[in-house]
């Protein structure tokens, strides 16, 4: 990626995560691990709320989708779910999808 495309990314990225997220789920720092589900998650999940990413055309796919998932580490998730294929409009693609947290186990009932 090129100083000019980096430049872009992370003004996209900031753009996209300036909404700030549930308290019950801290912030994680950017590029942190986030499982991609175009449907819905095969796992127990909090939803957080909705993600969006928009990006020049020349941004790779790949690092669109990084900032999709960026947007879900900024609210404290971990997945990201329901994601479409890219929309093309304007010189710009968008992706967009649900950023949730992965429910812990349930803990033993104290009798």
């Not at 992370?10 to 994680?28: I, K, N, Q, T």
Request: include cysteine; hydrophobic fraction near 35%.
């Amino acid at each position: 990626m090129t100083s000019r495309h980096g430049w872009a990314f992370a003004a996209l990225a900031l753009v996209a995560c300036a909404s700030g997220g549930d308290a019950r789920f801290p912030r994680r720092p950017v590029g942190c691990d986030v499982k991609l589900f175009h449907g819905t998650p095969d796992v127990a999940t909090e939803n957080i709320g909705p993600v969006r990413a928009r990006c020049a055309e020349d941004i790779p796919r790949e690092d669109c989708l990084r900032t999709l998932m960026d947007t879900v580490c900024d609210l404290g998730g971990d997945i990201v779910w329901g994601v479409d294929e890219a929309e093309h409009s304007d010189g710009k693609v968008r992706y967009s999808g649900r950023a949730a947290h992965t429910k812990g186990p349930k803990l033993p009932v104290a009798p």
